[in-house]
């Protein structure tokens, strides 16, 4: 069934009769030729590309909840392709290159908003920084525009410029970034899979993995073995815990990061704006909670849930950026668990073991990269050779020397 | 006006308040929901998506219609309940969510096309044309969407933080808060008594029920005496405890003012952070309601609700009330409302032999099928059995049972249990450690097996820790069990509403099954259900229930609600706990602020720390002429400028060296005390991390100094390698930063300046050279270290007194040197001379660098085992080819920008042929042109290439020149005359 | 979270700054032949374990201990916190 206001229309005079599943609950067969493990965002573009642009068959995703389930289940919504490095930036401009026609392509709504993002910048080196990022995003095909403090007054009045610790400066602005209603990303490539015959199976875990000879053969799962020639797995949060059960240790630590929405409020922000002097970011979502968010908790957690510390920095930040919304109020808090990798940025590799592939290490920046990471996935997965634009995401890159360090923090992923 | 007999109300005193404009009048201890209703008003809100009329359907805070904009002006506060919402004289309130007046909103128009706005329906339309989303259709949404509105102005109210412990916290004070309370504070532990209403009490406010044969009043009253004038209780009235955190801490927000017109001097709210040994939840349970066609017109209330506000607040909102019950609790109302004189039209409960516990009709075997009244109940469609019949009647209790509050207990993620006896979910296993539940939120309902609940929970809490609690006397009370038998929805064919401020009626929920929307998480996000502002309190469970019919699963196999933080809505400005604005962060002023402040000096943020940038004097109308001047005035004459924020760290032990050898990545055993060496240090990674200077002041002892931004991380680094590394050395290290001040003295006359304050010290270069340090007296014996070190390539030192001194100190030297050309500079020339010298600062050390890079490869020792070492060895380290180098406009009058990339000449600009980016630039004065650092792929083979560094960004494009990093006296002679 | 300091009692963790595993106290001899790989595994690889794990805490805002905390990461939960010192100088006696 195609979605549409017409069909809207239609079913809305005929009593919504007509309206079906959204996708089906299959029963795992005994084997298939790909086994996505996770079907959080990146797991279900990746069979949804799979099946749609590699034209490949017998694809199944295999969850252990409910779709969506993963980060793209828990996250503040934020698109935007404004990298600095190299290795990086392509992949996301490439990412925002598929958001931009997702929903026409997936025939979903997912609200994908090119409202905006704002970078604040409060220091000259914070200026010298975002130049050289500007720049780099520029010559990467992306848009970028440096403002000064008065053109970011004109647009964000209502921002703290008068009685600040940290004096407003100017911004980089990105005006393609927006936001995308996360969950309906999670439908729209569901739905799309499905439609072209995924198997996407819920409430499946993946217990192990039977490898032969260095070869994978098929997954042990809650609902029986599952033999499969390709094993993807895009399980960020649980990636160590997975992957150990293939016997491979990571450059990952899992940690909590925290999420925040308020109480629906009329529009008073335009797009994305982040603080560059304190751990805030806040965008405004279509029904109206402020969607915001800080740094990590900054301990290893598997537990979905964080501390006082951090909620109090994250929202005296925003207290101290935005003092106008004081008045508001706090609806929820919850917590997500982020593969933290050791240079900050992702991997989409091979392992050692043939036949079993890795997508992970998103950090807190997994969301705006599902199309690309699940398009380069299925890329790698159907051709065994990288997606161009995801060529610097190796496994093997820390042996190396070719760490892709955003923040320069080193090998410490708690700072990334 | 409708006001019964009775309450709690201080009917001495009269209020006045307006709503919408208009006035009315209430009493003390009236909510603004209960003097409305008092008032006859009851309609006090609209629905979120299709703007039905609203009024409320509770009395406390799990309420979801009735929400206003509660003052005016900077404090307009959306989003209120004005079931919590203390009167106070002068409130002013407002209707939201509305295109028009509250009673003729245009958007009720989404009502009557509410066939288009089934749930989910925006995921399936509004994508062509693509451009139209954020153009037409998102803006649309978005100014229909939203509740409330801000002021946008900023908030004027202060706000506090506070921290307690305790040995004890409940939470709630209703009859099992107020027996655990009692039964630990005569135990004699430390107890906190949280209560989120203004009154002691719960829900004995709210009934008749007689204690000991006597008013419950009495009974609280007494308990609460004996609470107060116990010394180790501290009861907190209008506190609501929001969440549940790691080992025994919770978050807390006491309004402390929002009961009054405005917080004066005082704090708005206090932000609590509770730390407790044990915690007793003791909540109570929010009443649920029974969806059945029509169920939200104002005047459909809970049962329970309906008799908080008859007996509490002696006010009711209609005159001639019916009950939909399936349990004994909706008769209570009947019976306490009767008891005031209210008009019962009849009980219709769905049980089939039931009976009237007062004078009342009662329709057994029946259920409320459908409403009717716009903007309020104005008759019930019953069905009996096999017939229908329309009852009138202008208000409608519903009572469906009992939900346990035990959000508190599911924040550390414990999964609620379902419970077949009570038809509720009820706290699980596995929920914080330390915490019971007691009393309703354990579904322990009735009074007597509360106070029971709660004292027991006491004693066992107690026992916990050591402390011996008997079980205090609690009095008689009622026991009854409500015999409830669960009806979770009325079947029909008009819209059922599940959550009243979401819009999510039974029909989505059926739609969501038909789409396999069906896991509970699926549901909520699909349908929005649970998504408001109550965070669905009088929903999740009921359309638990609802889809686990439609699916044929029982409840308990169809999933679980869990609840975050916060439990009620908390406000940004509390939990911002006040540092804000120019308190955001501590601000570190130099020793020498108040001297640079007198002279006119203009400071900058650098970190925490604020720095004088530079110093403008009389004429000087643009930042840089000022800025030139202090350059060529210290390389001409000499400049000083404060360097204290620079960190700085003893290092003494008979093993410094050894350890400051394996810190350091470049050789560090060789120095010879009295004299400085440069250091690198890495990361383990091999990257750089920091550089600084090391000065061996003695056989045994070192200060060592780092960049202002990495101080406290450079000091973190050098502790973990001394207690986690290399425990075994003999080695102390003290962070000495703010103990020292530090001015470096720079430029040709430096000598001649430091000489006039030194105290018999031998400053000829042969007694002290480049690179010598020494520990000495000045001025007459101020204890002092002297360090001939240059970041500006001209002849200088740094010098170092007690931080008390260092403002004299400055003093001082611009007033003994005012004949040599003594001039104070700032950051600004700072950082202009440290580029024309071509020293890595802060934006080539960015953590992305590496020794290579920035021409310091071969400092890396490979002859020991330092930081870093090993891994600066990985081949791609090595392969990377870019290098510092120094760059020079072909045209001197065009700009040189940091963040600029850097191109090869002909090649098109792209990230495939990015060949670097200048890192630092600026105007130098030495050079006559701008000039600027940056790294260049190859670059140690490209002097004299011009290469173009483009700036897209901001439309330019300059054709530079590769030229040495050091602009300024590269043989370096200058440092050692 | 509370951290309980071996010296000073349960310290709130907002004290404290957070490093990662304690496997960080085992440094690899960098002299030694294969130091290289033996470094990529210690800089970079992590157990990252859903259950009991040692891990690196410095009391920043306090004593400037270095403390091995054991800690669970699915409950949060602390079992043990001893000085990274005496923990550090155990494992290089039994090293030694």
Known sequence: MRFSGFRVIKEALTGHKGWQPLWRNPDPKPAYDYVIVGGGGHGLATAYYLANTFR????????????????????????????????????????????EGLEQEFNFNAMVSQRGILNLIHTDAQRDAYRRRGNAMLFSGADAELLDRDRVRDMCPWLNFDNARFPIKGGLMQRRAGTARHDGVAWGYARGADRAGVDLIQNCEVTGFRIEEGRI???ETSRGYIAAAKVGVAVAGSTSRVMEKAGLRLPIESHVLQAFVSEGLKPLIPGVITFGAGHFYVSQSDKGGLVFGGDIDGYNSYAQRGNMPVIEDVIEGGMALMPMIGRARLLRVWGGIMDMSMDGSPIIDRTPVEGLYLNAGWCYGGFKATPASGYSFAHLLATDTPHETARHFRLDRFARGHVIDEKGMGAQPNLH | MTRLAGGLIDRTRTLSFTFDGRSYQGHPGDTLASALLANDVRLMGRSFKYHRPRGPIAAGSEEPNAMVELRRGARQEPNTRATVAELYEGLEASSQNRLGSLRFDLLAMNDLLSPFFAAGFYYKTFMWPRAFWEKLYEPIIRNAAGLGRLSMQADPDAYDKGYLHCDLLVIGAGAAGLSAALTAARAGAQVILAEEDFLLGGRLLAETHLLDEAPAGGWLAKVEAELAALPNVRIMRRTTVFGTFDHGIFGAVERVADHLPTPGN???????????????????ATERHIPFANNDRPGIMLAGALRSYANRWAACPGQKVAIFTNNDDGHRTALDLAAKGVEIAGVIDTRGSVSALGNYPVFVDSVVENTRGRLGLKSVTVRSGAKNFDLDCDVLGVSGGWNPNLHLASHHRARPVWNDTLHAFVPGENGPPGMTVAGAAMGQGSTAAAMTAGASAAVAAMEGLGLRAAMPELPRAEKADANLYPLWHVPGKGRAWVDFQNDVTVKDIRLANQENMRPVEHLKRWTTLGMATDQGKTANVTALAVMAELTGKSVAETGTTM???????????????????????????TPSHVWAAERGAVFIEVGPWMRAQYFPQAGETEWRQTVDREVLATRQGVGICDVTTLGKVDVQGRDATLFLDRLYANAMASLKVGMVRYGLMLREDGLAYDDGTCARLAEDEYVVTTTTAQAGPVFRHMEYARQCLWPELDVQLVSTTEAWAQFAVAGPNARALLQRVVDNFDLSNEAFPFMACAGLTVCGGLRARLFRISFSGELAYEIAVPSRYGNALMARLVEVGSDLGATPYGTEALGVMRIEKGHAAGNELNGQTTAQMLGMGRMVSAKKDAIGSVMSRREGLLAETRVLVGLQPVDPALPVVAGAHLFTEGDGHSTATDQGWITSACYS?????????????NGAMRMGEVVVAANPLQGGEVRVRVVSPHFVDPDGGRLRV | MLIPHPLLGPRDAQEFTYLGDAALLARPDGMAEGALGAFIDYVYLRDNPAGVHRELWFHEQGDRSWLVVTRNTVTHEIIDAQLARDVALARKGAVA
């Open chain 1, 56 to 99: 490949k068959a017998r694809i199944a995703v295999l969850e252990k909840g409910w779709l969506g389930s993963g980060n793209i289940g828990r996250n503040t919504t934020i698109i935007r392709s404004n990298y600095g490095l190299p290795g990086n930036q392509p992949f996301y401009e490439f990412s925002m290159k598929l958001w």
């Open chain 1, 217 to 219: 053969r098929g997954v």
């Open chain 2, 266 to 284: 005082g704090v708005r709210q206090t932000l609590w952070r509770i730390t407790a040994r044990r915690s007793i939840l003791a909540a109570g």
């Open chain 2, 563 to 589: 609840f975050r933080p916060p439990y009620t809505g908390v406000s940004l400005g509390v939990l911002g706990g006040g540092d804000t604005g120019p308190h955001f962060r501590p601000r570190r002023l």
């Open chain 2, 925 to 937: 004065p030495h050079v006559g042109s701008a000039i600027g650092l940056g790294f260049l792929a």
